[in-house]
Structure formats: structure tokens, C-alpha cells
């Protein structure tokens, strides 16, 4: 993503459609939180809150999960896209049913093209799975993490919310 700024001096970048992108964190004022939008199944709901959620709570990261974001009779389409124009990053939870939800795909589509950091997590598939699927492809080369190793993440998400803080 090359640096440019745009008409009104704000700093902003292209996407890899050439679409000019304000980066969240020159949106936020310098008391914001760094925003995490957690991408999963609605099966893995429970595993997603119990463990991913609160770890990254934790270590003071604001999480967004539409099942604890979003109110009965909201629109749905409306606060998730809001809400993933305005995160930091996107954290990927990839399983067995988060692979059968359009949502997920549509969330990660957002996400690359606004070319923020998304970290894909996995647990319960192989690299056969996800190839077959397409999310390698989608992806292309990218770190990926096993549950097992959510404290390592865990970790790397607290130095980004200290850098953050310092911009």
C-alpha cells in the first residue's frame, strides 16, 4: 500500500484496488482503543467469548463480536460493516464452521480491501481444508496461528495497542 495524502491534508493509502483508505488509527483520537473485530462461526460463539474474546479484552484491546455488539433487531449488515471500517485488525477464527458461513468470507473480503493486519487463527481444519476452501488464495503468503498458540498473539496484540497509543 503506497503513503499519499488526500485532498483534505488527512494522511490515507490505496488499497489494492487503488481506493484511497484513511487508516484507523489517524481517525482516532489519542485515548482510543486499538479495535479488534473477531470474524467467526456462529457455532464457535462460546469458544470465541470464553478464550479469544476475553484474552484480548484483557490485554486492552477493544473487541467487536457481533453476538455481544449487536442488539436484538439491529441491522445486522449495518453494524458489522461499521464496525469493520473502524477496526485495527481483523482476527480470523477458522474452523470447521466458520468455513460454512457466508459471513465470514464477506467480513475477510472488508478486511482486504482495506488492507488491514488480519490474523488468521485455526483450529480443527489442516492446510488442505483451507486451500480447499479458497482462504489460502484469498489470504496468499500470511502468518497463521493455531489456538494452541493464542498467547504468543496474545502478546504480539498488546505491543500494537502500546504503538498505537504512542502515534
Not at 449487536?70 to 453494524?79: A, N, Q
Not at 493486519?117 to 481444519?125: A, C, E
Request: charged share 25%; hydrophobic share 45%.
Amino acid at each position: 500500500m503506497a503513503d499519499s495524502s488526500g485532498n483534505d491534508g488527512e494522511p490515507s493509502t490505496r488499497n489494492v484496488l487503488g481506493t484511497r483508505v484513511i487508516p484507523a488509527s489517524s481517525l482516532a483520537s489519542p485515548d482510543a482503543k486499538y479495535r479488534v473485530f473477531i470474524s467467526y462461526g456462529t457455532g464457535d460463539g462460546f469458544l470465541v467469548r470464553e478464550l479469544v474474546a476475553k484474552r484480548l479484552i484483557d490485554a486492552g484491546a477493544e473487541v467487536f463480536m457481533d453476538s455481544l455488539k449487536v442488539e436484538f433487531g439491529d441491522k445486522l449488515p449495518d453494524e458489522i460493516f461499521a464496525e469493520l471500517m473502524n477496526c485495527d485488525e481483523l482476527c480470523l477464527l477458522l474452523t470447521p464452521t466458520s468455513l460454512l458461513r457466508p459471513w465470514v468470507f464477506a467480513e475477510l473480503g472488508a478486511a482486504i480491501l482495506r488492507d488491514i493486519r488480519i490474523v488468521p487463527i485455526t483450529y480443527g481444519l489442516t492446510e488442505a481444508d483451507l486451500s480447499t476452501k479458497g482462504v489460502i488464495s484469498l489470504l496468499g503468503p500470511r502468518r497463521y496461528l493455531v489456538l494452541d498458540e493464542l498467547d504468543s498473539y496474545v502478546k504480539q496484540v498488546k505491543a500494537r495497542i502500546a504503538r498505537h497509543h504512542r502515534v
